[in-house]
């Protein structure tokens, strides 16, 4: 399994079994389909801290980056490198 899946899956998961939300499939508009609310998105924002140990600012929030699974698996690839990077 490569790296983007596995992030895929893990944040699946957290929309599954911690917000209890069924989400059709990864590319499915979370805003669009009244899947994400701001509670809900609070919510995933603890989550994806738990989780992956990111932690986003307000003013780093970009709502395109939670649009779909697969931007947020994106997102937080990213987030994880940028994170390995600075601890070098």
Do not use: C, Q, W, Y
């Amino acid at each position: 399994m490569n790296k983007d899946s596995d992030f895929g899956s893990r944040v699946s998961s957290i929309f599954s079994n911690h917000l209890n939300l069924l989400v059709p499939s990864r590319d499915t508009d979370l805003f669009e389909e009244g899947i994400l609310d701001s509670l809900v998105f609070v919510d995933l924002l603890v989550h994806l801290e738990s989780e992956f140990g990111v932690v986003v600012a307000p003013e780093d929030l970009e709502f395109d980056d939670f649009r779909t699974i697969n931007r947020i698996a994106a997102f937080v690839d990213a987030a994880n490198r940028s994170a390995s990077r600075d601890d070098s």
